[in-house]
């Protein structure tokens, strides 16, 4: 028999933030030399090292210096489906979703095709720095499948929906609200709640879902305790005006949502670079989540988001990198595309490194209302951690080696460091990449 596991504790430079910087100061946590205390997959102990070895002689010494860490990274909107197609350059949504992404997902009939794609998929997740994220799966039931395995087999916390869509895309894309029901209900008693599995309720959005299968949606989520869900909103103004010529009842594009049910806590919607203030209003009383997705929304020139809006009527708001539209899976980098677009929108959000680190954890986790688990070093939570030690002879190690406060060395790193500074990534204590 071993002894009672007495943890692991690491050492290094290390950054959270378990409160919001957007409502309270001093939200940045951070201890230059600080101690990890890991026991039995969960944060044990987070502050000062000398403090922590002091209460904890038993505990194993990962000594980290020359490094940082900080919680695992949260991606709220990612299509698995679209990996090889990033890069499309030049084309606005409806161009972009029918000439680049919707052949590729058509590929993922072939379960195979799926598979390679899948597990291609979670390992730049991981080699990236998120352990945790929210995924579109397939249009298919079994490529859906293959996602969820690969989430597993890879560690990850991997939440995620086969896609639903009965109208406007091309047939092979389409389900019977039926076959969707049926579909779904499997891959939730499958995955739903297995490992650090989840299941999202993911119809593709208004414009390719009938009345009817926003209704499975609806029946999907009551029949399913604590299934999360997700979609699209208010991306451009193409699509904006053909949902509301397909729903003429609705006020306005969350209102055919409303109408289903589809929103609340747990529920994330990506985008809404166009909305009408009463809808940030109603996602704000509402709980529902935005994904925002600063590379997306410019690189499909969708427009520049509104943060002080959300942020000032209290919507929460996360980050995704929405690949294939997105222009890659670093959350570190989706951060700074918000703070770069921020800098030129229209009465944009100056953010600071500490919100930066925020949007990139703490505010995925409330997103996905999982901030009891994961999201920053709170003791009690789960140890996902990212320890990032830029390589040596990098322009992020020329700028740590002159940077002196918590802010600047965060500000570098945000503004620097990539995949490969991602040294190792851990989740629940183990190690998932490097
Ligand atoms: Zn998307």
Redesign the pocket.
């Known amino acids: 028999m071993n002894g009672p596991d007495r943890g692991e504790l690491l050492r290094a430079p290390l950054f959270h933030t378990p409160r919001n910087p957007f409502l309270e100061d001093h939200a940045l946590e951070s201890h230059w030399d600080g101690g990890l205390l890991i026991r039995d997959g969960r944060i044990a102990a987070c502050g000062d090292f000398e403090t922590i070895r002091g209460a904890n002689p038993g505990a194993t010494i990962t000594d980290l210096r020359g490094g940082f860490l900080i919680p695992g990274l949260i991606d709220t ?1 990612i ?1 698995f489906p679209q990996l090889r197609v990033i890069g499309g350059l030049g084309r606005t949504l409806l161009d972009w979703l029918e000439e680049c992404a919707l052949p590729e997902e058509a590929r993922m009939a072939d379960e195979s095709y799926a598979r390679q794609i899948a597990e291609r998929f979670v390992h730049a997740l991981a080699s990236h720095g998120t352990t945790t994220a929210l995924v ?1 799966g397939a249009h298919f039931s079994a490529a859906t499948a293959e996602l969820f395995e690969a989430g597993a087999k890879a560690g990850l916390r991997i939440v995620s929906g086969m896609v639903l869509s009965d109208r406007q895309l091309r047939p092979e894309l389409h389900q019977t609200p039926e076959a969707a029901y049926r579909d779904s209900r499997d891959l939730i008693r499958s995955f739903h709640g297995r490992g650090r599995l989840l299941y999202a309720v993911t119809p593709r959005f208004a414009l390719s879902t009938s009345e009817p299968m926003l209704e499975v949606c609806q029946t999907l989520r009551r029949e399913n305790e604590g299934v999360r869900f997700q979609t ?1 909103l208010n991306e451009n103004s193409r699509e904006i005006e053909q949902v509301a010529r397909l729903f003429p009842w609705a006020s306005d594009y969350l209102a055919v949502y409303e109408r289903f049910g589809l929103g609340g806590h747990g529920a994330v919607m ?1 985008h809404n670079v166009r909305p009408a203030a009463s809808e940030i209003e109603r996602l704000a009383a509402g709980g529902t989540a935005i994904a925002h ?1 600063p590379s ?1 929304n410019a690189a499909l020139g969708s427009g520049l988001f509104a943060m002080k809006r959300h942020i000032q009527a209290g919507v929460r708001v996360s980050l995704g990198t ?1 690949v294939g ?1 997105g222009t890659g899976f670093g959350i570190l980098k989706e951060a700074l595309q918000a703070y770069l677009l921020q800098r030129i929108a229209p009465d944009g959000v100056l953010l600071h490194a500490a919100h930066m680190l925020y949007l990139a954890t703490r505010a995925g986790a409330e997103a996905l209302a999982l901030d009891e688990d994961i999201g920053d070093f709170h003791p009690g939570k789960a140890a996902d951690i990212v320890y990032i030690k830029p390589p040596a002879d990098s322009p992020l190690s020329a700028v740590l080696e002159r940077t002196e406060t918590p802010e600047e060395v965060l500000a570098a790193i945000f503004t620097l460091a990539d995949a490969e500074s991602i040294h190792h990534v851990r989740v629940e204590g183990s190690i998932v990449y490097g």
């Open positions: 909107h299509h579109f699209h990506a997705c997306s929405d539209g």
